[in-house]
T-cell receptor, first 110, second 111 residues
Framework: DAGVTQSPTHLIKTRGQQVTLRCSPK?????VSWYQQALGQGPQFIFQ???????QRGNFPDRFSGHQFPNYSSELNVNALLLGDSALYLC?????????FGEGSWLTVV | EDQVTQSPEALRLQEGESSSLNCSYT??????LFWYRQDPGKGPEFLFT???AGEEKEKERLKATLTKKESFLHITAPKPEDSATYLC????????????FGAGTRLFVKA
């Protein structure tokens, strides 16, 4: 049984560029959440998708957007990248309260 | 505002030296409290979910307990492979669907 899978694992972008990160949830999970984790910090909630709709959003600007597909997979898009967007981006899936994380996508903005 | 505070920030133990990690939380109605383990460069790995005060869960050398204001992760006779960052997180009844994380405790176990 595959867990939560994310791609790419590492990427480097330039300030002002746009990035798309992808996530496939754990089998049987219909809800996908995205988190940003800066070095030495705990994960920060970006938003959650359920039934292809954004169900809740954390304190992140509109530059952060997402999408969920009919097969429950999801994308996170970040526009106009800033140096401060450099972080580990974690996708988590759930069916019920407990969330299960993927290995993350390391984004470096230079 | 819902908040999670973990202490200490870092903990160094000798192999076999038991200890506890603390997670204090402030939420408007607790839906669930979660413990995760995170190895460097990896995503968090789920350990436990606790729902109500007095509840306890165990897994190998780890035991998690919950009171109305805090949770403890007890580590009994730790081994070097227990070295990791341990994250505590909560979901609030009025917080919708988001999970709020603490900054974590970095545990180092020396052989």
């Amino acid at each position: 049984d595959a867990g939560v899978t994310q791609s790419p694992t590492h990427l480097i972008k330039t300030r002002g560029q746009q990035v798309t990160l992808r996530c496939s949830p754990k089998s049987g999970h219909d809800t996908v959440s995205w988190y940003q984790q800066a070095l030495g910090q705990g994960p920060q909630f970006i938003f959650q998708y359920y039934e292809e709709e954004e169900r809740q959003r954390g304190n992140f600007p509109d530059r952060f957007s997402g999408h969920q597909f009919p097969n429950y997979s999801s994308e996170l898009n970040v526009n106009a990248l800033l140096l401060g967007d450099s972080a580990l981006y974690l996708c988590a899936s759930s069916y019920g309260n407990t969330i299960y994380f993927g290995e993350g996508s390391w984004l470096t903005v230079v | 505002e819902d908040q999670v505070t973990q202490s200490p920030e870092a903990l160094r133990l000798q192999e076999g030296e038991s200890s506890s990690l603390n997670c204090s939380y402030t939420v408007s109605g607790l839906r669930g409290l979660f413990w995760y383990r995170q190895d460097p460069g990896k995503g968090p790995e789920f350990l436990f979910t606790l729902y109500s005060a007095g509840e306890e869960k165990e897994k190998e050398r780890l035991k998690a307990t919950l009171t109305k204001k805090e949770s403890f992760l007890h580590i009994t006779a730790p081994k070097p492979e227990d070295s990791a960052t341990y994250l505590c997180a909560v979901q609030a009844n009025t917080g919708g669907f988001k999970t709020i994380f603490g900054a974590g405790t970095r545990l180092f176990v020396k052989a």
